[in-house]
């Protein structure tokens, strides 16, 4: 009895979203769902005290208010570190730097302007990862105004921060999923891959995984998506999406509903869904075709009717599900 094994699960609340954690149980005296929900809940309160702008206390916070006492915690310093490698890597179409202006056009926790080409163009200034440092661990702003926003990011990253400490306590085989980013170990019950449903791009399509598009099967990797069908508001006809082009200041036009990116680990996932978004559906297939740590799903509007077309990178057709009527997890 000592020896046994189950699979557990717990659900929760965090960043303004829920959770959904699997994982194996081994041995009667092992850690209950109850206690290890505890610890994850504890991991996440201290995960928002370093990377939430919604937390007026949290470090990033507390950066974008210019605090000289403020220092940055190992969380605060992966994101930034791994957001400049993004930034670089796809030529500033992802930028942390976008803040203000994802803020003024309604989609942060700042207050929404009456956008124009005024107020887009006073904002740009603030705008550019080339004009925010790290020195000495201390982040050093060309201009003062220059505001952070991980949003695009730090969700993702969460999910590894979860993962790690499944690790830690030698659990091998797990799967963490948090607001649709998720990443999987191992494997369930029997050595069967996890299965894992990826959302039809239906606007206001808001429960995720009641329209499924395809289920994956993955194993020892990362899952993120990112769409423009949840958060967008209209206004005299015109939709305007939450994927803000850092170099044009505007939300995105593009036929590219949601991009689904499969990586080692989640924070990479998180971080070029939204690249993806950003570029458009044209420029994300060449730049998803000439990396080999990335695998691709990228779902966009047909320029002739109302149906959804697809692209996937070479290698991402072995990942599909083939069996019909198969619920995700």
Same mark, same amino acid.
């Given at each position: 009895?000592?020896?046994? +094994?189950?699979?557990?699960?717990?659900?929760?609340?965090?960043?303004?979203?829920?959770?959904?954690?699997?994982? !194996?149980? *081994?041995?009667?005296?092992?850690?209950?769902?109850?206690?290890? *929900?505890? !610890?994850?809940?504890?991991?996440?309160?201290?995960?928002?005290? +370093?990377?939430?702008?919604?937390?007026?206390?949290?470090?990033?916070?507390?950066?974008?208010?210019?605090?000289?006492? @403020? @220092?940055?915690?190992?969380?605060?310093?992966?994101?930034f570190n791994k957001s400049l490698e993004v930034f670089e890597d796809s030529e500033g179409a992802f930028d942390i730097t976008v803040g203000p202006l994802v803020n003024a056009w309604g989609f942060g926790p700042g207050r929404k302007k009456d956008m124009d080409s005024m107020?887009?163009?006073?904002?740009?200034?603030?705008?550019?990862?080339?004009?925010?440092?790290?020195?000495?661990?201390?982040?050093?702003?060309?201009?003062?105004?220059?505001?952070?926003?991980?949003?695009?990011?730090?969700?993702?990253?969460?999910?590894?921060?979860?993962?790690?400490?499944?690790? !830690?306590?030698?659990?091998?085989?797990?799967?963490?999923?948090?607001?649709?980013?998720?990443?999987?170990?191992?494997?369930?019950?029997?050595?069967?891959?996890?299965? @894992?449903?990826?959302?039809?791009?239906?606007?206001?399509?808001?429960?995720?995984g009641q329209n499924l598009q395809i289920i994956l099967k993955l194993k020892d990797c990362s899952l993120a998506t990112s769409g423009n069908y949840r958060k967008f508001f209209e206004k005299d006809g015109v939709k305007y999406s939450h994927s803000i082009n850092p170099k044009?200041?505007?939300?995105? *036009?593009?036929?590219?509903?949601?991009?689904?990116?499969?990586?080692?680990?989640?924070?990479?996932?998180?971080?070029?869904?939204?690249?993806?978004?950003?570029?458009?559906?044209?420029?994300?297939?060449?730049?998803?075709?000439?990396?080999?740590?990335?695998?691709?799903?990228?779902?966009?509007?047909?320029?002739?009717?109302? +149906?959804?077309?697809?692209?996937?990178?070479?290698?991402?057709?072995?990942?599909?599900?083939?069996? !019909?009527?198969?619920?995700?997890?």
């Amino acid at each position: 009895m000592l020896g046994c +094994s189950k699979y557990e699960a717990f659900d929760g609340f965090t960043q303004g979203t829920t959770y959904h954690i699997i994982y !194996e149980r *081994k041995g009667l005296f092992s850690t209950s769902p109850v206690k290890m *929900k505890g !610890e994850v809940d504890s991991i996440l309160a201290h995960f928002d005290l +370093s990377l939430s702008a919604y937390e007026p206390n949290s470090i990033i916070s507390r950066i974008n208010r210019n605090d000289p006492q @403020v @220092v940055p915690d190992s969380d605060f310093l992966i994101v930034f570190n791994k957001s400049l490698e993004v930034f670089e890597d796809s030529e500033g179409a992802f930028d942390i730097t976008v803040g203000p202006l994802v803020n003024a056009w309604g989609f942060g926790p700042g207050r929404k302007k009456d956008m124009d080409s005024m107020i887009v163009d006073s904002l740009l200034q603030y705008v550019g990862m080339n004009k925010v440092k790290l020195i000495n661990n201390k982040i050093v702003k060309k201009i003062p105004e220059i505001k952070l926003d991980v949003n695009a990011i730090a969700q993702g990253y969460s999910v590894d921060v979860v993962s790690n400490f499944f690790k !830690e306590k030698r659990i091998n085989n797990f799967l963490v999923e948090i607001g649709g980013e998720l990443r999987t170990n191992g494997t369930k019950k029997n050595g069967a891959l996890w299965k @894992v449903g990826v959302d039809k791009p239906y606007d206001n399509n808001y429960i995720p995984g009641q329209n499924l598009q395809i289920i994956l099967k993955l194993k020892d990797c990362s899952l993120a998506t990112s769409g423009n069908y949840r958060k967008f508001f209209e206004k005299d006809g015109v939709k305007y999406s939450h994927s803000i082009n850092p170099k044009t200041g505007y939300p995105v *036009k593009d036929s590219l509903l949601s991009a689904t990116i499969i990586a080692k680990d989640c924070i990479t996932a998180d971080a070029y869904a939204t690249t993806c978004m950003v570029m458009g559906l044209e420029k994300s297939k060449v730049f998803i075709s000439e990396r080999d740590d990335l695998e691709a799903y990228l779902i966009y509007s047909s320029e002739f009717n109302d +149906s959804f077309v697809i692209w996937q990178s070479n290698n991402f057709e072995k990942l599909i599900w083939k069996e !019909e009527n198969t619920q995700a997890f």
